[in-house]
């Protein structure tokens, strides 16, 4: 069925991955003139979006679909056969942040096959303060988790990760001392508490049989909050290294100001970002060399190196939705140029048949040895991961 880009967001990065040369205004796409093939996700159902508070008019979609799209776009490179590069850049702060989860291994599975190249954003979400790293030592009996509610809203929801065999039990304390009880660990236990005073309702969900990583989530979902300081008490009941992690939704999803009181802007990677396999990048000023603040940090909770690399995301230059042209700020840009430095290396390996059998792994770890590093900081690390793209010195290290 036609459609149209309405935010203009697609068009932007497809325009910065593969747009063709213009000359009068000064533009180029990293790899101009490639085919394109582009998929519009339809908008989450109503339900959901009421469920977890997305705001009206902020684009949001189904993981379920997004694995659609990405599966039709593979069927469509097979058809026509063709190698496919697929920009991902979108993502969330749902799930445990590893590599595990429905849309990641899928992609992880994908990204095995020939001729296929998966890029993902790192997120935008490093000074959100949405994160919050916990850490229970001997002989704490709790740790206390402050959330800083500054405006009217409708609601938020948490979730709480911790992997096995660590296992953990809270209580919620209200603005006005109000307190819900511990919460006992059992499978499937669920308690929707009223806070009589604050006219607020709190849900609270426990598993502890999470798919593929046998992870503890416990699912905060919280109604009317009233403004203030509400404390997320944590128990550890099963202790080994005492350490969890508690995440917010991303800044769009959120009505109202709400945030970790002691943040930590560390793993804010959103997902797929945190998939092994795709080629996760994050963003830094190309202007002055500087680290874009808001670019999403690693590492995984795994521990495995993320982002990649960072590209260019601020004031990156691009086309709009009038015929005319714009800037925008963000890792989807950077994924948008990583994308056409993927396509480049397609062309030159498996199009020129210069290395046919080249993968995706091949390209990210091609890419990674070329990028540019500077002299007064170690890589890898959490906010640049190996470096920044350069893929002229990435084929110039094949030359090694």
């Not at 709480?160 to 919460?183: F, M, N, R």
Request: charged share 20%.
């Amino acid at each position: 069925m036609p459609s149209r880009d309405v935010n203009g967001h697609g068009t932007f990065l497809a325009g910065v991955a593969c747009g063709g040369e213009d000359v009068p205004n000064n533009f180029i796409g990293a790899v101009p003139n490639a085919t394109i093939a582009m998929v519009k996700l339809k908008e989450a159902k109503p339900y959901l979006r009421e469920f977890f508070f997305v705001p009206e008019g902020v684009p949001a979609y189904q993981e379920n679909d997004v694995m659609m799209a990405v599966s039709y776009l593979d069927a469509l490179a097979n058809e026509l056969n063709m190698p496919l590069v697929i920009c991902l850049a979108l993502g969330n702060s749902i799930g445990s942040h590893g590599k595990n989860g429905a849309l990641p291994s899928y992609l992880n599975l994908l990204c095995i096959k020939r001729r296929r190249c998966i890029v993902t954003s790192a997120g935008n979400e490093a000074n959100a303060r949405h994160h919050f790293q916990g850490e229970i030592v001997e002989g704490m009996e709790y740790e206390d988790v402050e959330i800083s509610v500054e405006d009217e809203t409708a609601g938020f929801f948490i979730e709480l990760w911790a992997d096995a065999p660590e296992l953990y039990a809270v209580s919620v304390i209200s603005p006005t001392g109000q307190s819900l009880p511990k919460i006992p660990v059992r499978i499937g236990a669920s308690e929707v508490y009223n806070f009589v005073f604050e006219g607020t309702t709190v849900t609270i969900d426990y598993r502890i049989d999470a798919k593929e990583s046998a992870s503890q989530l416990i699912f905060f979902r919280f109604l009317n909050p009233r403004r203030g300081l509400w404390i997320i008490r944590v128990y550890p009941e099963s202790r080994v290294r005492g350490d969890y992690n508690m995440w917010l939704p991303m800044e769009q999803f959120s009505r109202g100001t709400v945030f970790f009181l002691r943040s930590n802007p560390y793993i804010t990677l959103t997902s797929p970002g945190s998939a092994r396999q795709v080629i996760t990048v994050g963003g830094y000023n190309a202007i002055n060399r500087s680290i874009f603040a808001d670019s999403g940090r690693g590492y995984t909770v795994a521990g495995e190196i993320k982002p990649d690399f960072v590209a260019p995301a601020v004031d990156v230059y691009g086309p709009g939705l009038r015929g005319n042209y714009v800037t925008y700020a963000g890792t989807s840009a950077a994924a948008a140029i990583t994308s056409g430095a993927c396509a480049q290396v397609m062309q030159w390996a498996i199009v020129k048949q210069n290395n046919p059998m080249l993968s995706n792994a091949g390209i990210k770890n091609m890419l990674i040895r070329g990028a540019g590093k500077s002299n007064d900081r170690a890589y890898p690390n959490r906010e640049w991961g190996y470096g920044t793209l350069d893929v002229y010195q990435a084929f110039d290290m094949l030359r090694v």
